[in-house]
């Protein structure tokens, strides 16, 4: 069974420049989720989609990150303007296979974004 | 809010000591807990999991049990290889929230 993929691994841009990461869930999860993960500290969900519809997006800083999940399968999200502070590893989930538990979630590689 | 919390890192031990590393959550409810773990490089994945009060999760010779009495979910394991060397992370879900919540993390280094 293929994992999750995410694309790219690494990204390095200036200060208010934009970029996009892109995520692949495992076939037949119905729920995706972007984490947020800064060095030393643990990830910090952005926004959670099930199928195409977002379930929370409290903490997603709206004025600057988009997400979207056309289909209900990939998604994408998105930086405009990014800010020194987004530095951090963008971390992809899925989860909700067919007699998953509640909170089992299968990660991606991640999408290391480094902003100068 | 849902939270966690762990021990802060790292802890370094040599090769073939005991392990324990404390994980305390609040939550509402009756959440499950995991904890996944973190190799150089690479995603997190699910290590072990319980599901409900006084359940034993266990996997790799890693072990932790469910404690609804003190909100814990301690992290242990008997002997630990240079391999094991990783963040691990706790995380809840399923508590007052539906959003899975991870604590901080925690670096193991180990020593041959």
């Known amino acids: 069974e293929a994992g999750v993929a995410q694309s790219p691994r690494y990204k390095i841009i200036e200060k208010r420049q934009s970029v996009a990461f892109w995520c692949n869930p495992i076939s037949g999860h119905a729920t995706l989720y972007w984490y947020q993960q800064i060095l030393g500290q643990g990830p910090k969900l952005l926004i959670q989609f099930q199928n195409n519809g977002v379930v929370d997006d409290s903490q997603l800083p709206k004025d600057r990150f988009s997400a979207e999940r056309l289909k209900g399968v990939d998604s994408t999200l998105k930086i405009q303007p990014a800010k020194l502070e987004d530095s951090a590893v963008y971390l992809c989930?899925?989860?909700?296979?067919?007699?998953?538990?509640?909170?089992?979630?299968?990660f991606g590689e991640g999408s290391r974004l480094t902003v100068l | 809010g849902d939270s966690v919390t762990q021990m802060e890192g790292p802890v370094t031990l040599s090769e073939e000591a005991f392990l324990t590393i404390n994980c305390t959550y609040t939550a509402t409810g009756y959440p499950s807990l995991f904890w996944y773990v973190q190799y150089p490089g690479e995603g997190l994945q699910l290590l072990l999991k319980a599901t409900k009060a006084d359940d034993k999760g266990s996997n790799k010779g890693f072990e932790a049990t469910y404690r609804k009495e003190t909100t814990s979910f301690h992290l242990e394991k008997g002997s630990v290889q240079v391999s094991d060397s990783a963040v691990y992370f706790c995380?809840?879900?399923?508590?007052?929230?539906?959003?899975?919540?991870f604590g901080r993390g925690t670096s193991l280094i180990v020593h041959p």
């Open positions: 995380a809840l879900s399923g508590g007052g929230s539906y959003i899975p919540t």
């Open positions: 989930a899925s989860s909700g296979g067919p007699g998953a538990p509640s909170g089992e979630l299968f």
